[in-house]
């Protein structure tokens, strides 16, 4: 689940709780945490209510979380490459800086 997608989900919950009367929210929030993932809980009215909310944000805060991981992750990913590159790049440069540091003395041997 991206980040777009965990922010429409949590507009969606705003949205049933905020427009629809109480009685009427049963089924669109067994919809949404059908949708996140969430679970169901056989609790009845208010106690149904507030365990369903309650299961729909922490599946949205689980997935929100796993997607910072993700993005993390990458970043690491990222920066080792980079790193690796760098030192290879240094390890070239020292070599090209050596040779050309024995091309000199010859040069100057041979003169």
């Not at 067994?30 to 369903?52: C, S, T, Y």
């Not at 990222?78 to 010859?106: D, E, G, P, Y």
Request: glycine content about 2%.
């Amino acid at each position: 689940m991206t980040f777009e997608e965990i922010k429409q989900y949590r507009q969606e919950l705003l949205n049933i709780l905020n427009i629809n009367p109480e009685g009427e929210q049963h089924q669109p929030l067994r919809n949404l945490a059908k949708k996140v993932g969430a679970q169901q809980p056989n609790a009845k009215n208010v106690e149904f209510r507030d365990m369903i909310v309650n299961n729909i944000n922490h599946a949205l805060q689980t997935a929100s979380m796993i997607e910072m991981c993700k993005t993390a992750a990458e970043g690491y990913e990222m920066a080792t490459k980079v790193s690796r590159n760098a030192c290879i790049n240094f390890w070239i440069a020292a070599a090209i800086a050596f040779l050309s540091a024995v091309a000199a003395w010859v040069a100057v041997l041979n003169r």
